[in-house]
């Protein structure tokens, strides 16, 4: 069984920067990512960001393109949402996921592990 520790989260005012991280202890044989998504109260999971495991594909949600950068680190399992630029609608609490089968990259349904999230907090 993976499991997922996220950290990083907290309060920061509007324009500010936070670095989330995500360490898994293990790596399943079928994980090809690693992604982010986050969930504001009273609203569904959304995806955020993803990088494929092999390769260096990304992919963002087009509120975040420009001022967040998803990266990994493979030797660690590891992997880092850096957030800039952050603004009130940015918060929510944050999850990291391992993605295990193949399909849309944005689909709840395609990550079979989930982290206990992390919330963030930007303040206006």
């Known amino acids: 069984q993976v499991q997922l520790v996220e950290s990083g989260g907290g309060l920061v005012q509007a324009g500010g920067s936070l670095r989330l991280s995500c360490a898994a202890s293990?790596?399943?044989?079928?994980?090809?990512?690693m992604g982010w998504f986050r969930q504001a109260p009273g609203k569904e999971r959304e995806f955020v960001a993803v990088?494929?495991?092999?390769?260096?594909?990304?992919l963002y949600t087009d509120s975040v393109k420009g001022r967040f950068t998803i990266s990994r680190d493979e030797a660690k399992n590891t992997v880092y949402l850096q957030m800039n630029s952050l603004k009130p609608e940015d918060t929510a609490v944050y999850y990291c996921?391992?993605?295990?089968?193949?399909?849309?990259?944005?689909?709840?349904?395609?990550?079979?592990?989930w982290g206990q999230g992390t919330q963030v907090t930007v303040s206006s």
């Open positions: 990088t494929s495991w092999s390769a260096s594909n990304t």
């Open positions: 996921a391992v993605r295990t089968s193949y399909g849309d990259w944005t689909q709840v349904a395609h990550y079979a592990f």
């Open positions: 293990g790596r399943p044989f079928n994980m090809n990512a």
